[in-house]
């Protein structure tokens, strides 16, 4: 039987990283959006189809107009996520585009998707997806804001209640769930400090043998460095 493979998680939480795990242990994940650069030099490895999807019913679902730029800077709609209720009222109108993304990615035995709007519309995707499989990529919350907060021009404020928004959704789907399908959580500071035994672990979830050669785009892919949250952090003001 097919598995999917649906990663969750806050953006800069460690789902890239992940990602490139599943690919090294040969999951064909639909990873192509995303290019390469300096806070992500081997891409961002997002599914372009889920990214679209995704954004799609993030502006359906608002209860008022999401703002796409702020200066000359671009801002993705992930940073206004819905109610869980607003998400589930898109679900006849988005169906037959979630179920064609299935249906052209599913073809392998081993498949998977990223995008990390895809922790808030979860619910949508789960009737198509056969035996699916979820990864949940945590990271410290403080240091995932700050790193939101450089690297995406947010406030401080608001990217810390996006990511605790985020982590209760995700919280709200495992309680929901947890007992019908696998799930595996994985520590961002961890992927960093060990990512082959972080490999293992994923190994294990997907059923794959981690050979000498998987290994070796593994350690290719994540360079391993130590990963300590902050003791604290101050803002300007």
Request: proline fraction near 6%.
């Amino acid at each position: 039987m097919s598995k999917a493979f649906a990663v969750l998680g806050n953006a800069r939480s460690g789902t890239t990283l992940v990602t490139g795990i599943l690919q090294a242990l040969g999951v064909n994940m639909d990873a192509d959006f995303g290019k390469a650069g300096k806070n992500a030099p081997k891409g961002f490895r997002e599914s372009l189809a889920a990214h679209a999807i995704n954004t799609e019913i993030f502006e359906l679902a608002a209860k008022e107009p999401i703002p796409k730029q702020e200066g000359n800077h671009w801002i993705d709609v992930h940073w206004w996520p819905p109610e869980l209720e607003d998400v589930l009222a898109q679900k006849d109108k988005m169906a037959p585009k979630i179920e064609e993304f299935v249906n052209t990615f599913s073809t392998h035995d081993l498949w998977g998707f990223k995008n990390p709007k895809t922790t808030i519309t979860i619910d949508l995707f789960l009737p198509y997806l056969e035996n699916p499989h979820f990864v949940v990529t945590l990271r410290n919350p403080l240091t995932n804001a700050i790193a939101c907060h450089e690297l995406f021009k947010i406030s401080f404020s608001h990217a810390f209640w996006v990511i605790n928004y985020y982590n209760y959704r995700i919280t709200q789907f495992y309680e929901k769930y947890k007992d019908q399908y696998p799930f595996i959580f994985v520590n961002f500071e961890e992927i960093r400090n060990d990512p082959v035994e972080t490999a293992r672990h994923l190994a294990n979830f997907t059923g794959v043998e981690l050979n000498r050669a998987k290994i070796k785009e593994v350690k290719k892919f994540v360079v391993k460095k130590r990963a300590t949250p902050p003791l604290c952090w101050q803002s300007d003001n």
